[in-house]
């Protein structure tokens, strides 16, 4: 056993670190959840995210063994909050990479991490490490995809999806009016561009990107799902309605819909990170729970 410590590769945005990184998520959760909180998809859409300074990215940690991957340290959306993923066979990293967080991903002097309210022995690391447990939580839902996911369009809306004729000015429309923002989003050429880097991950199913199209053609709800044949589970992110029309249904067909498209590929479960009463009303059940430790 050679242990090797080193940073992420951040030269190309879906380069060798990025796939050697998802073939180690998909590996360590694939016969069971080590990682519920961050899957894959979730390690997909984060890279597919452009941020201000992509160099922070190449703080991200890799502990491999021989040349294979067994644990990661990242941030995803706020650098200084990180989430630590490791083949259970190495748990015995737990308190290295701790230490690597502390030293190489605090933001101003401030870290916080995520931490399963079932790992214990990762809990007293963090513990005797300074850290201490906050009120805010994150919370995993899970769905058995069955024959009961059924849903209606209302008269006049339909089903597009990005394997159709995908409209990125609606899709930018959708996901800045279903974020709760007033008024019309800029649509200003890096403002798509932005958005068509977002669904550039070349784990995306087009065919599972949906949207419900109102009858002027705006999209009305959108939803985002990833999935890999032979995977067990599916991933739900992101979903978004614009206000207008909520209490429609339609994000229950968005929804619905792309679920049922991946059960249709062999998908047996669907996971989101989520504890909104919205999933709950879908048939998504509480699975695990996390809590940021600072």
């Given at each position: 056993?050679?242990?090797?410590?080193?940073?992420y590769e951040?030269n190309d945005?879906?380069?060798t670190?990025y796939q050697?990184?998802y073939?180690?998520?998909?590996r360590?959760?694939?016969?069971?959840?080590d990682?519920?909180?961050?899957?894959?998809a979730?390690?997909?859409?984060?890279?597919?995210r452009?941020?201000?300074n992509?160099?922070?990215?190449?703080?991200?940690?890799?502990?491999?063994?021989?040349g294979?991957?067994?644990?990661?340290?990242?941030?995803e959306?706020?650098?200084?909050e990180?989430?630590?993923?490791?083949?259970?066979?190495?748990?015995?990293?737990k308190?290295?990479?701790?230490n690597?967080?502390?030293?190489?991903?605090s933001?101003?002097?401030?870290?916080?991490?995520?931490?399963?309210?079932?790992?214990?022995?990762?809990?007293?690391?963090?513990?005797?490490?300074g850290?201490?447990?906050?009120?805010?939580?994150?919370?995993?839902?899970v769905?058995?995809i069955?024959?009961k996911?059924?849903y209606?369009?209302p008269?006049?809306?339909?089903?597009?999806?990005?394997?159709?004729?995908?409209?990125?000015?609606?899709?930018?429309?959708?996901?800045?009016?279903?974020?709760?923002?007033?008024g019309?989003?800029?649509?200003?050429?890096?403002d798509?561009?932005?958005?068509k880097t977002?669904?550039?991950?070349?784990?995306?199913n087009?065919k599972?990107?949906?949207?419900?199209?109102?009858?002027?053609?705006n999209y009305a709800?959108?939803?985002?799902?990833?999935?890999?044949?032979?995977?067990?589970?599916a991933?739900?992110?992101?979903?978004?309605?614009?206000p207008?029309y909520?209490?429609m249904?339609?994000?229950?067909?968005?929804?619905?819909?792309?679920?049922?498209?991946?059960?249709?590929?062999?998908?047996k479960?669907?996971?989101v990170?989520?504890s909104?009463?919205?999933?709950y009303n879908?048939?998504?059940?509480p699975?695990k729970?996390?809590?940021?430790?600072?």
């Amino acid at each position: 056993m050679k242990i090797k410590l080193r940073n992420y590769e951040n030269n190309d945005r879906f380069g060798t670190d990025y796939q050697n990184i998802y073939d180690f998520l998909r590996r360590i959760n694939q016969n069971q959840y080590d990682t519920p909180n961050f899957l894959w998809a979730r390690w997909s859409w984060m890279i597919s995210r452009p941020v201000d300074n992509e160099n922070l990215k190449n703080k991200i940690g890799i502990w491999e063994d021989e040349g294979k991957i067994v644990a990661l340290v990242t941030f995803e959306l706020t650098f200084g909050e990180v989430f630590i993923c490791v083949d259970h066979n190495y748990d015995f990293l737990k308190e290295d990479i701790l230490n690597y967080a502390k030293e190489y991903l605090s933001n101003e002097g401030k870290l916080k991490v995520i931490i399963s309210d079932s790992d214990r022995q990762l809990q007293e690391l963090a513990l005797n490490s300074g850290f201490r447990p906050t009120q805010y939580k994150q919370y995993v839902s899970v769905l058995d995809i069955n024959d009961k996911l059924k849903y209606n369009l209302p008269s006049g809306f339909k089903v597009v999806s990005m394997a159709d004729s995908w409209d990125y000015y609606k899709y930018n429309r959708v996901m800045w009016r279903g974020s709760n923002h007033e008024g019309e989003p800029s649509q200003e050429d890096e403002d798509i561009q932005w958005r068509k880097t977002m669904l550039s991950s070349p784990h995306i199913n087009p065919k599972l990107i949906i949207a419900i199209a109102a009858p002027d053609g705006n999209y009305a709800s959108h939803c985002g799902l990833w999935y890999i044949p032979g995977d067990k589970y599916a991933y739900v992110e992101p979903v978004a309605t614009d206000p207008e029309y909520r209490k429609m249904g339609l994000g229950k067909a968005a929804v619905y819909e792309s679920i049922l498209r991946a059960k249709e590929l062999g998908a047996k479960e669907a996971i989101v990170i989520s504890s909104q009463q919205f999933y709950y009303n879908l048939g998504f059940k509480p699975f695990k729970t996390e809590t940021w430790w600072e």
